[in-house]
């Protein structure tokens, strides 16, 4: 590594979905530091904690796989192999599976870190070739309730506005989000702008008082999953107050008459107690909006992550739609996405039931335009199965052999139980990982080592729909590659033509010129423009020359098949598990500031462990008194389906009946105590399959 040329690149931050620019310095002898990029309109150089030591990183490579490892059976230790040799068998191994059980026995699941490039190559090669719809992502776990929720309220899975709408904003309603924490830079936007403009008002709804309820004006601290009930009030509220833009309502969106039935239906009295909130902060919510001249939404996975996560979407993009806040500047319902490119996956279509450019699996002429594209095989109408799914199949028997991208189910799927023994049962595992921790590990017939951020180019697309490029810098240890490289491998060991791309930007400009003539238009990028402008916002089709679209409808004209917004009149039960008295808690799960994720990276990192360094239970002092629990006691954490032990953080800042365990933690040395998704429940959101991370029946008890 000595004797390098020293060097400084641009690229984007490989953690959030906030999208962060950085400007990464390699020294001479290959090492790299970083600094945020002053000229990055996303973070106007700077950066969270995470960002800030991103380096540390890429510099250790004490944990790097570094060459492929196979095993010839289950009782075999896994052995050094030559790419050629693990991807001849791989290859060998999945022909036999598609030949005997179909194509359905083989499935994909990565990750929302993978770059669009991937994406779109694992995409392209499970569907367009093996022919099965058997791809789906941790994204499922993530932002598919949102997704759903933007299509059936806008006709398209579409954030309208953008990150420069919060210095234009006087009033934000942050829901089922935590941006102090998760994502911090926005948040520090949010920040600034409430201190230069002290009048502007942040309502914030959540069971936990967060650091992001530092700022807040009024915060509305509701039971568990009573957040359609909550955006309900305040829908009748804004009715009833005169707040509703009528020419909105009446000309550019349709359903506002059966909301309003839907509505009314409870008393403001009654809606105050199922949320347990004083009605007065409820009232005053609705005054801020109803005042409001520029009124943004901002949620995430307190909403996304719920049983019924889509229409706690739907009820909360409606108070945008009743108000006319969308498609205006300083306006818009704005998803914050979780991962760094969430939204660049479904781009290409890597979910189970998309395709590329958001074309829609069940629609014969979609299949047909992208079939005729590709040039493989017939494209199956049938949606592959779900992030959860995919384990139970495993567990069934129905699917034989799973490949792993780039994400640890053992940690983040829930009841992950289920996985592990779906993993166990499985003929065939290959994990493509560049870090030798995850569980997974274990379960691996092959081990593919993987490139990571700075070993390899392509493009991410952040939460705003900003479109950036990500720069090579350092060379991969060993013999890890870029994993667009490794599928582009096996699928030409199959057999496939079409993976025959020069680099990664081919990939990319097939991709792009697939877009064309959708609402997602990418037509008129390619590397060079990106890295000319630096980042640009979809969409972006032939001709454009700027940087992309900053907002969307601007013309009040959405893409639904009658041009207007659909307010969506959604039921406000919820369909968690009841507590009882033998699991009378409400136990919800979440992020912490320095860490990501399964920590895989973050992990590794020393200054990151000193905010937290290990895991806890948030339980309110009414509630640790009742179960004999004091500050710092292990507790014991259980439900129907698993158990887990961490210490008591006693705290007033969470609602009584609600405790709150982060999601990061797997096991330690041999004990896997510390995994909150033990005890997590499998119910799903009916139509996103987005699990209910947010609310499961618990008891707690003192070690
Ligand atoms: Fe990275 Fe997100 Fe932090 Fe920005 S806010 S530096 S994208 S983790």
Redesign the pocket.
């Known amino acids: 590594m000595n004797n390098q040329h020293p060097v400084s690149v641009t690229t984007t ?1 490989s ?2 979905g ?3 620019g950085i400007v990464v310095n390699k020294d001479k002898k290959g090492n790299i530091t970083v600094e945020g990029d002053k000229n990055h309109p996303v ?1 106007k150089g700077m ?2 904690s ?2 800030m030591n991103l380096h540390y990183t890429v510099n250790d490579r004490s944990d790097r796989l570094l060459y492929p490892q196979m095993r010839y059976n289950k009782n075999m230790p896994l052995q050094r192999v030559s790419w050629d040799d693990a991807l001849d068998r791989t290859a060998a191994v999945f022909k036999t599976f598609i030949d005997k059980y179909g194509p359905d026995s083989v499935a994909f699941y990565v990750s929302g870190q993978c770059l669009t490039e991937e994406y779109y190559v694992i995409n392209k090669l499970i569907k367009g070739f093996i022919g099965s719809n058997n791809i789906d992502t941790n994204s499922r776990l993530c932002m598919s309730s949102a997704v759903a929720g933007y299509k059936m309220a806008l006709g398209e899975d579409s954030v309208p506005g953008c990150y420069d709408d919060i210095e234009l904003a006087d009033c934000f309603f942050i829901t089922g989000a935590n941006p102090a924490w998760c ?3 926005l948040w520090r936007r949010i920040e600034a702008h409430k201190a230069a403009n002290p009048h502007i008002k942040i309502i914030v709804a959540d069971p936990r008082k967060t650091d992001t309820c530092s700022l807040a004006d009024v915060h509305l601290q509701l039971n568990p999953g009573t957040d359609i009930t909550l955006n309900h009030a305040i829908g009748r509220l804004l009715i009833e107050n005169g707040d509703v833009d009528l020419d909105f309502v009446k000309n550019h969106a349709e359903g506002f008459e059966q909301y309003k039935k839907i509505i009314f239906q409870r008393t403001l009295d009654e809606a105050a107690g199922i949320c347990g909130i004083d009605k007065a902060l409820i009232i005053l919510a609705a005054q801020h909006i109803g005042n409001a001249k520029g009124f943004m939404s901002l949620w995430t996975m307190g909403l996304n992550q719920s049983a019924v996560g889509v229409n706690k979407n739907l009820s909360l993009i409606n108070l945008n739609l009743i108000t006319g806040h969308i498609g205006k500047p300083g306006s818009g319902p704005f998803s914050l996405t979780g991962q ?1 490119n969430a939204m660049g996956g479904r781009e290409v279509g890597g979910l189970s039931n998309l395709l590329p450019a958001h074309r829609v699996l069940t629609n014969p002429k979609h299949r047909e335009e992208v079939e005729k594209f590709w040039g493989g095989t017939q494209i199956s109408p049938k949606p592959g199965l779900t992030a959860t799914e995919m384990f139970d199949a495993l567990n069934e028997g129905k699917l034989k052999a799973i490949w792993i991208i780039c994400t640890n189910p053992l940690i983040s799927l829930p009841n992950v139980r289920v996985a592990e023994e779906g993993l166990k049962k499985a003929k065939f595992v290959v994990v493509q990982e560049m870090s030798n921790k995850p569980e997974t590990l274990k379960y691996a017939d092959v081990i593919l080592p993987a490139a990571t951020w700075t070993e390899k180019e392509g493009t991410m697309t952040n939460s705003e729909r900003r479109i950036a490029y990500l720069n090579k810098v350092v060379d991969a240890p060993g013999e890890a590659l870029p994993d667009a490289e490794i599928i582009c491998r096996f699928a030409k060991k199959m057999g496939y033509h079409g993976f025959d791309f020069e680099n990664a930007s081919a990939i990319y400009d097939e991709h792009a010129q697939l877009t064309e003539g959708t609402n997602i238009d990418i037509s008129g990028l390619n590397y060079s423009t990106i890295k000319n402008r630096r980042s640009v916002q979809w969409p972006y089709p032939k001709g454009e020359t700027g940087h992309g679209t900053v907002r969307l409808f601007t013309d009040k004209t959405f893409y639904t098949p009658s041009a207007r917004a659909i307010i969506h009149p959604v039921p406000d039960e919820n369909t968690s598990e009841k507590p009882n008295g033998d699991f009378p808690f409400i136990l919800t799960t979440g992020r912490i500031r320095d860490q990501w994720h399964t920590m895989s990276k973050t992990g590794k990192v020393n200054k990151l462990k000193q905010h937290i360094q290990q895991s806890f239970l948030e339980i309110h002092p009414d509630d640790a008194r009742r179960m004999h629990i004091k500050d710092g006691d292990i507790t014991v954490v259980s439900s129907r389906r698993g158990e887990v032990q961490v210490k008591a953080q006693v705290s007033n800042t969470i609602k009584p009946g609600v405790v709150f365990i982060p999601m990061h933690w797997g096991k330690i040395l041999n004990n896997d105590l510390n995994r909150a998704n033990n005890v997590t429940s499998t119910i799903v959101d009916p139509i996103s399959k987005e699990p209910d991370f947010k609310f499961c029946a618990v008891q707690v008890t003192p070690y």
Do not use: R
């Open positions: 931050c953690y959030c906030v999208g962060c973070n950066l969270c995470k960002g994502h911090p830079i760094p």
